[in-house]
């Protein structure tokens, strides 16, 4: 196979060539580097990449097969780390001048996780400013005058543009979700406290979560069942019992899956290319999907969001304000500004709120819905780099930690993808994965 083939592969298809001897992970590690050397100029999806290092973690799993010794779930597959997550390897930036050259002592707990499951550390991907919405470098791979979205770009990009098969980013509001969507590959943010936080910049403890890019469900499955689980960094991550999400994805759903289609209150934001796709969409699932509207009360999440998220990040980044405010974009001062001088009864009756609307949504799922049909973003990746895109449509599920995946599912007139959202009940995930799995082979097979 060709390099560009090589790189192209799933973790999955990989994993299988690996495990029968018909390909090393030198040879797919080196294929992955060649795409980012032919790439990288244009895209820019990478702020720290040692190829001799990634070439050395191919290596040492290359001779962990050869040994005969246990290799883990993702041995000797390439994986790229946001830049917000730590790497005791590599510098952690955070997208920020004011943590240039920072370098941790040790790894977050996903990155140990990977570690411990045999994966090659890439490197570092771009990372808007501390996560938000000052843009970074990259571009999307799709048309390079167009957002790649954010604040997870460099993830988001280097999955679509073949450079790696899996990526790690993080979702605060839209992180995950949107960029999926815009560069046209699988996307999935989980429960909160579902995969723990610990050693990634905090924003705000109860929106941040981790998130997944893949160019597959299978990959995002295989990822997920890596990361999941209790760390005791993560106070919002609790024991139990480990998730069989890949076996889960395999299965066929015992009824075929209702979906309620949710337009929340920005659907006027929504493109003309958007409102078309689910048009179809909605025709072509015919009886296997109804229009909800949202309770009067869940239409103010959107104020509550924001009253948390900048209330959270005024206070985690407060360190950042007091020794460079000046340095920072003027998107993110504004932000802070706005979070040092909030009430606090508005910030707690914010928190207070959110229970009630995940309530209001558990009602939906156990009576009637097996996922929440959605658009990922307004349509495809807006021109220009100016700004990473409009995360409306991603907000109320993070605010109430509800898991949530993106599908590569339609096309805008402009040629660029558009994102199908599907989001489904807290600690549902494996199932959420399911569900995507069978609307996809739906759709497929009405194709």
């Avoid at 060709?2 to 990989?14: H, P, T």
Wanted: glycine share 8%; with cysteine.
């Amino acid at each position: 196979m060709s390099d560009v083939s090589l790189a192209g592969l799933s973790a999955a298809e990989a994993l299988l060539r690996l495990e029968r001897g018909l390909l090393t992970s030198e040879e797919l590690v080196g294929a992955c580097l060649e795409r980012i050397r032919q790439l990288e100029p244009q895209v820019q999806a990478w702020t720290y990449l040692d190829e001799e290092h990634a070439l050395a973690q191919a290596r040492a799993a290359d001779e962990r097969r050869r040994s005969g010794a246990g290799v883990g779930a993702l041995d000797g597959i390439p994986v790229g780390i946001k830049d917000i997550i730590d790497t005791a390897d590599m510098p952690t930036e955070n997208g920020t001048v004011l943590h240039r050259a920072r370098a941790p002592h040790r790894d977050a707990a996903v990155v140990s996780r990977l570690r411990a499951a045999g994966a090659v550390i890439f490197g570092k991907t771009v990372t808007t400013e501390c996560a938000y919405y000052s843009p970074g470098k990259t571009r999307n791979p799709w048309n390079l005058e167009h957002t790649p979205g954010g604040s997870s770009s460099g993830s988001a990009a280097a999955v679509a543009a073949q450079m790696v098969p899996l990526a790690l980013g993080s979702q605060t509001n839209g992180s995950v979700i949107r960029p999926a969507a815009f560069c046209g590959v699988y996307g999935f943010k989980p429960t909160h406290g579902l995969i723990p936080r610990t050693g990634i910049l905090t924003l705000s403890r109860a929106l941040d979560h981790v998130g997944i890019f893949a160019r597959t469900l299978a990959d995002l499955a295989l990822a997920a069942e890596t990361l999941a689980g209790h760390d005791e960094g993560d106070p919002d991550t609790h024991p139990r019992a480990s998730l069989r999400f890949a076996e889960v994805l395999e299965e066929e759903p015992p009824i075929a899956p209702m979906l309620g289609f949710v337009k929340t209150p920005y659907w006027d934001r929504a493109t003309e290319d958007t409102r078309n796709g689910f048009a179809e969409l909605v025709e072509a699932l015919g009886d296997r999907v109804e229009e909800v509207d949202l309770s009067p009360f869940a239409r103010e999440a959107w104020a509550w969001q924001k009253t948390i998220m900048e209330v959270d990040m005024a206070a985690n980044l407060e360190r950042e304000w007091l020794e460079g405010a000046e340095r920072l974009s003027p998107q993110l001062r504004a932000l802070m500004e706005r979070g040092r001088e909030a009430r606090a009864i508005d910030y707690l009756k914010a928190l207070r709120a959110v229970p009630r609307v995940v309530a209001s949504f558990e009602e939906l799922f156990v009576e009637r819905y097996d996922a929440i049909l959605t658009p990922a973003a307004p349509g495809s990746a807006p021109k220009g780099l100016e700004s990473t895109g409009d995360p409306a449509f991603c907000t109320l599920w993070t605010l109430c930690g509800m898991p949530a995946v993106s599908l590569p599912l339609l096309q805008g007139s402009d040629g660029l993808p558009i994102g199908v959202q599907l989001v489904g009940r807290r600690n549902f995930d494996a199932r959420l994965l399911r569900t995507a799995r069978w609307l996809v082979r739906r759709l497929e097979a009405d194709a």
